[in-house]
């Protein structure tokens, strides 16, 4: 099941991004959202 | 002359139905099993109808009938009556709702048996169990209209028939109640887990929306149980007549109390009156609980009505609507979509289907993240996540703003400290 976390502010994609490479993913997304914010996901 | 005929038949025979004593009795029926339920609702309570025990926190429900279909249903009955059981989930988070309280303490699992039945006991201890109060309810009987399967109690018929009366009015006060509860946080995660499971989906999907029809779950996250009904009835008829109303009974007021002390007689009444309900003791022993008369006069009488073990009046839910696959959709309380004051239970979103949360980390995502940085503690949280049967993945639980309650339990039951930490305060 994909899994994203959304609305992450600027200075918190690193981490986030982190967390998910920590837990054993391969592939990691970030886009940034029109209000400026970050979704980070996993297919 | 032709045309006026077969319209007098109709009127007359639509007349006849409209006010056939058999509508009549089942328009009584349904009017007293409402007035109950009416009182559980102003409790903001769900009315579990008829009574029974065997309702408990952590029980899902299948739901047929559509949301608007069931408003119609509760605001005519009072009551929704349950479906189908389709599983019962023992919530795992009542440690950290009553930390020990009320007799839970290692009986986690096992909550509300150990109420139930204590070991090395021979009566219940659901006196141990978090109290409720609920307010009385008040009935009226007209005469030619019979009471005998509305009432949920017994000790209402038994005192109409010791009144002899079939006009009268009344009242139930609720006694000894009680109740037990689980947040929906962590209750939901469980109800996730358990929709996760391929058997699960599979027969959810079999109530995927089928055209206007949609199906929904029930969850139940708390009960509320009386062990004791008090009864006080009066009669209003200025003379006695037949009743049809319960379990036939023999017993009946005497003329007039016996000549001495004005206690003892009365006394000695009271004691006549419960013999002549049982040969051997003063408590009727029926199903469903034994009656005892507390007090008697011509016109009134007062019957306490104790069950062996307190049995379930009312409940609060919560619904999710079944989508297709048997994903489920996001929670709505079931007793603010009967009011109306929520929306029907949503069918699921692509965001339901795929796992999505919303930003919201705290200081406990912080030590958590820490603290997984080892491979150990990760496996060791990870299998701790498994123990609850939370699939939630590690990443999202240390992000999703829905999950700072999750993260606090971790940070408790783990032990992890940090500024938010309870263990040793």
Known sequence: ?43 | MRRTIPLALAVLFAGCSLFSPKKAVTQQLENVAKDWCLTMRASQVLCVYPLSEDVQTGDIYLVNTSIPNQIKQYTQNGFLPFDMLLTRLQPVNYRAMYANAYATQDQWGNIPHQWQFPPNATTNNWAAAPHAAFPSYTFGVQQGQSLKLAVPVQAVPIGLSLLNTNEAHGAIEISDASTYGVDQLSLDQQVESWAACPTTRALLARYAPDGPNTHYIRVITRVYLTGKVNVSVTNDASRGGGVDAGVAQNAQLPASATPGDVATSYSNMLTTLNNSLTSSTADVSKPGGSIRIAAVSSRSVSLSQTFSRPIVIGYIAYDRAIGSGGVLGQPRPTLQQMEGTVDPAPQPTQSDVSQSVKFGADANSSIIRAWVKDDVNRTSLQQWLDAQKITTSIPLILNGDEFASLRQRIIDELNLGGPCGTAGH
């Open chain 1, 1 to 43: 099941m994909a899994q994203q976390v959304t609305d992450i502010p600027k200075e918190e994609v690193g981490t986030v991004v982190q967390d998910f490479v920590d837990n054993g993913a391969d592939k990691v997304f970030v886009e940034r959202q029109a209000d400026g914010k970050y979704t980070v996901s996993i297919p």
